[in-house]
């Protein structure tokens, strides 16, 4: 018995799910003569059975008349109708205070599981890098990923070949953290080889992330009318992740509640940290918790103080601040008709949690 062609339509749609098919390409596939009686009735099965069972939308206006999206078939999840093994939490080492080897204070309160995206966003030259090697050090030993502008630079060969290689300011830190110049990280295993992966990759990101590992890309560089993109990068990003975990740093403005991308960012974050500069200090830096989307304790909204040294690669008296109970956290105070700064704060708009008389610590 002869296909029909309902058969034979549903033949060719079948492995055209989730793209755009049309009319001319489906009458050339299926050897149907424009005007024929299996031209009108091809038209009516896809403009109206078709649409009706589902198999296919209607997108096509105009002069793209006859353009149809093959609908993706899903089938239902049973969530208990079967035995289920229960996923462990990813074990992720946040950094830790070089004096202290105690873990960064609010670690213990964050709650990481596997396919998880936490967000760095920094004013420029204000730890993000520093954030994001010490996330590598302190795992190193899961052998995580790295990628973004910070890391790899081209050269070009007396063959006139093109590779790439790290890049002094990286390779400087790595060194400074490396066991054999007194670090405390030995970023190679017993046969010499490296536990971290370098991938010189700047763009297209969520196609090189590695499947089932810590992937850091320190940082994703965006046009400026082009912000919104921030929100398909991760969300693609966090699709291939896997069973791990992607930790991605982005600018920020001075003083901006948010990373570059704004809400497309806290989107798809499941950790957002932002970093900013402690008042006028050179080396010290403020880390403030925006978001957490699964915690064990009121973290959200905390900010903390750290200091970075030897050459960017130390997190030194990490300890929580609260603003200036004088200033309001703006660095100077009213004195009469005129305003001085604040001999509280040093003119850095923060203090100590521990010394905040008042108790509130937002």
């Not at 992720?92 to 596997?114: C, G, N, Q, S, W």
């Amino acid at each position: 018995m002869p296909e029909s062609l309902t058969d034979r339509i549903l033949e060719y749609l079948k492995p055209a799910e989730g793209s755009v098919v049309h009319l001319k390409d489906i009458r050339v596939a299926l050897n149907i003569e424009p005007g024929s009686k299996d031209d009108t009735n091809l038209r009516t099965q896809m403009t109206t059975i078709m649409v009706k069972r589902r198999i296919v939308s209607k997108i096509g206006v105009g002069k793209n008349d006859g353009a149809y999206k093959v609908v993706s078939q899903v089938k239902p999840v049973p969530i208990f109708g079967i035995e289920r093994k229960r996923r462990p939490l990813f074990d992720l080492i946040f950094p830790r205070d070089y004096d202290t080897k105690r873990e960064i204070d609010f670690a213990r309160d964050i709650v990481m599981r596997e396919g998880d995206v936490i967000s760095i966003g920094g004013v420029k030259s204000k730890s993000k890098t520093t954030l994001c090697l010490n996330f590598t050090g302190e795992n190193v030993d899961k052998r995580p990923v790295l990628m973004g502008n910070e890391y790899t630079v081209m050269t070009e060969g007396e063959d006139g070949v093109v590779t790439h290689e790290p890049s002094p300011r990286f390779l400087n830190r790595l060194d400074f953290m490396d066991v054999k110049n007194g670090g405390w990280i030995n970023w190679v295993d017993d046969d010499g080889k490296d536990k971290i992966e370098l991938l010189p990759v700047r763009d297209d990101f969520a196609e090189h992330i590695v499947k089932d590992r810590i992937n850091i890309i320190d940082w994703i560089n965006l046009e400026g009318d082009r912000l919104f993109d921030i929100g398909k990068i991760l969300e693609g990003i966090k699709t291939n992740l896997g069973k791990g975990i992607a930790i991605v740093a982005l600018q920020k403005g001075e003083g901006a509640g948010s990373p570059r991308g704004g809400q497309f960012v806290r989107d798809f974050s499941d950790v957002e940290i932002l970093l900013d500069g402690y008042g006028e200090i050179d080396g010290k830096f403020i880390l403030t918790i925006k978001g957490v989307k699964e915690k064990t304790a009121p973290i959200v909204g905390k900010t903390y103080a750290y200091t970075v040294g030897t050459e960017g690669t130390r997190i030194i008296d990490f300890h929580e601040v609260a603003k200036c109970p004088t200033c309001y956290g703006k660095g100077w105070k009213k004195a009469g008709i005129t305003s001085i700064p604040c001999d509280i704060c040093r003119k850095s708009g923060w203090v100590s949690a521990d010394d905040d008389p008042s108790g509130d610590f937002s």
